[in-house]
């Protein structure tokens, strides 16, 4: 059974920093690319960054600069570490694994929330 665990979200303040974890299971992890996603309410989710077992990484354009994902290939974890943090980073933040060559393994965490006051 596959299991996709989020964690680390939570409140902070215009400028702050959060790190996220996301924990798998029961997936060959390095077969592998790693997400974070997000989604706004009324809005539709979005890529926030990939990586590939290899360490490549893609950023949307918003989180260039300010945000870091990266992985751990032998815990079979993905991070992500956000830095001046923006409200409109406001959302629930979702772990996604796609199968490199089969993409209709996909699979998705319940999603933690990320709040950023002004």
């Known amino acids: 059974q596959v299991q996709v665990v989020e964690s680390g979200g939570g409140l902070v303040q215009a400028g702050g920093s959060l790190r996220l974890s996301c924990a798998v299971s029961?997936?060959?992890?390095?077969?592998?690319?790693m997400g974070w996603y997000r989604q706004a309410p009324g809005k539709q989710r979005e890529l926030v960054a990939t990586?590939?077992?290899?360490?490549?990484?893609i950023y949307a354009d918003f989180a260039k600069g300010r945000f870091t994902i990266s992985r751990d290939n032998a815990k079979n974890t993905v991070d992500l570490q956000m830095n001046s943090l923006k409200p409109e980073d406001t959302a629930g933040y979702y772990c996604?694994?796609?199968?490199?060559?089969?993409?209709?393994?996909?699979?998705w965490g319940q999603g933690t929330q990320v709040t950023v006051s002004s």
């Open positions: 996604n694994a796609i199968h490199e060559l089969n993409p209709t393994r996909n699979y």
């Open positions: 029961g997936i060959t992890f390095y077969m592998y690319v």
């Open positions: 990586i590939r077992s290899g360490g490549d990484t």
